[in-house]
């Protein structure tokens, strides 16, 4: 479960985003404050994972305070929710090191599809994995395979077919193998095979015998 520590000097307003994180599955809300001393002293003693941060505080500004938070929790997150449009207040932010910015005023929708991807993607890079693969780090800047182009002549429905396919396999396939499954070319087969392998989705293994190795494909366990 992550911990959620909501920073905003309207109560109603914190109420309100309180509501809509307890409503997101997987976030929980340990706190609010009010003030930029409050936010220091219950992220102390709280130890959140993620902070939803207002910038207009009536004793700091939100921006300033992000360090602050930092020196008694340095392994917090920090998602900026506030009124201010100014770019360079954008971009002070985004310095910062912040997961996300999201103006006010904002609906639950908004603010859900924001943690829920805090989650699919800076929570996978857990101390539990040594190594990030390009996919891990391409969830975290935003370039998931929703967002980038497939190989020419490829689709995303035929994709998920492939998709399916490797999670019903027993084990390893060949594009051969694959391209009986789908009843399609062996050539096609591969295009998606190797798009899924180029996204850290597969691991290849080589299996040789007569001519050249012939390139197996599996799922990363």
Request: charged share 30%.
């Amino acid at each position: 479960m992550i911990k959620v520590l909501i920073v905003d000097d309207d109560f109603m307003v914190a109420k309100v985003h309180a509501g809509f994180i307890q409503r997101t599955p997987g976030f929980t809300v340990v706190g609010a404050a009010h003030t930029g001393a409050q936010a220091v002293a219950e992220t102390e003693r709280l130890q959140p994972d993620l902070v939803l941060l207002d910038i207009h505080l009536p004793d700091v500004n939100g921006l300033d305070l992000m360090q602050r938070l930092r020196g008694v929790a340095p392994e917090l997150d920090v998602l900026v929710i506030s009124a201010a449009r100014e770019v360079e207040t954008v971009r002070k932010a985004l310095r910062g090191g912040i997961v996300h910015y999201l103006i006010k005023p904002f609906s639950q929708t908004d603010l859900q599809e924001r943690l829920e991807h805090y989650r699919s993607a800076y929570q996978s890079l857990d101390a539990s994995k040594d190594v990030a693969e390009q996919s891990d780090v391409n969830r975290v800047f935003g370039l998931d395979r929703a967002e980038r182009p497939l190989p020419k002549g490829c689709s995303i429905e035929t994709l998920r077919l492939v998709e399916a396919a490797l999670n019903a396999a027993a084990g390893d396939v060949s594009a051969a193998e694959m391209a009986e499954e789908l009843g399609t070319s062996r050539v096609s087969a591969r295009r998606y095979l190797e798009y899924l392998h180029d996204e850290g989705t597969l691991d290849v293994r080589l299996k040789y015998g007569v001519g050249r190795p012939e390139r197996r494909y599996v799922l990363k366990a």
